[in-house]
């Protein structure tokens, strides 16, 4: 299932603190073209339940500009605390929560 873009490259991707902005920055600096990331750009979840820190997704980039040699979809990792978030919730009736996410943000610092 793709989700549809967000209104403007300043929002967040799949309830990340990742943006559509923070994406078309990399890929221009990793791959140095001036593409942007066009009006169709979709995302679509992949490996659900793999990742304990991370989601990992396939965006359909829809660039403009000098795409000759960029694919149209990539496949991207994002770090996020909603993935651990979501798969401490699913542990909540077998601990507390304090015991659970004991840090917790000292490892996502590293």
Same mark, same amino acid.
């Given at each position: 299932?793709? /989700? !549809?873009?967000p209104?403007? #490259?300043? &929002? ?8 559509? *902005?923070?994406?078309?920055?990399? $890929?221009?600096? =990793?791959?140095?073209?001036k593409?942007?990331?066009?009006? *169709?750009? #979709?995302?679509?979840? $992949?490996? +659900?339940?793999?990742?304990?820190? !991370?989601?990992?997704?396939?965006? &359909?980039? &829809? ?5 000759? !040699? ?12 909603? #993935?651990?978030? =979501? ?7 077998? /601990?507390? &929560? +304090?015991?659970?996410?004991e ?8």
């Amino acid at each position: 299932r793709m /989700t !549809s873009p967000p209104s403007s #490259a300043s &929002d967040v991707i799949l309830d990340t603190t990742v943006t559509w *902005k923070d994406i078309e920055e990399r $890929i221009r600096h =990793e791959l140095g073209t001036k593409a942007i990331l066009g009006p *169709k750009r #979709a995302v679509q979840l $992949i490996g +659900e339940g793999n990742g304990f820190m !991370s989601r990992v997704v396939i965006m &359909d980039t &829809d660039l403009q500009g000098d795409v000759s !040699s960029i694919p149209p979809r990539i496949v991207v990792k994002i770090i996020s605390r909603v #993935a651990g978030a =979501e798969l401490g919730d699913s542990f909540k009736d077998h /601990t507390e &929560d +304090e015991k659970l996410f004991e840090g917790y943000d000292e490892l996502i610092r590293q």
